[in-house]
Nanobody
Framework: EVQLQASGGGLVQPGGSLRLSCAAS????????IGWFRQAPGKEREVVSC????????FQSADVRGRFTISRDNDKNTVYLQMNSLKPKDTAVYYC????????????????????WGRGTQVTVSS
């Protein structure tokens, strides 16, 4: 069964850190690009960060650049999102998604380009 499982969310104070994990199973993880997306209440889903299949290239949205770092361990079939200097506006449900990569160097920033999605993990930044 093709599956993605996001974890690591929680409640954190402004300025704090969290590390999200996305564990994959049921497909050739090393051939897939991965993206992290988030959706806040009343807002559309938006891209946060993406990584190519072999981690050659990464993308961070302007909102999180310099604060969030994406990485992956293909031996563990896991992608990570290290989130530092968290702000209340980062509060959202965070989702990871996967798609077969046309090239090991490509990442994809549109949610419509992904065909495997995990259940989200809630991140709440509040004092």
């Amino acid at each position: 069964e093709v599956q993605l499982q996001a974890s690591g969310g929680g409640l954190v104070q402004p300025g704090g850190s969290l590390r999200l994990s996305c564990a994959a199973s049921g497909f050739a993880f090393g051939d897939y690009a991965i993206g992290w997306f988030r959706q806040a209440p009343g807002k559309e889903r938006e891209v946060v960060s993406c990584i190519s299949a072999r981690a050659d290239n990464t993308f961070q949205s302007a909102d999180v650049r310099g604060r969030f770092t994406i990485s992956r361990d293909n031996d563990k079939n896991t992608v990570y999102l290290q989130m530092n200097s968290l702000k209340p506006k980062d509060t959202a449900v965070y989702y990871c998604a996967a798609r077969a990569a046309r090239s090991s160097r490509y990442y994809y920033t549109q949610s419509t380009e992904y065909d495997v999605w995990g259940r989200g993990t809630q991140v709440t930044v509040s004092s």
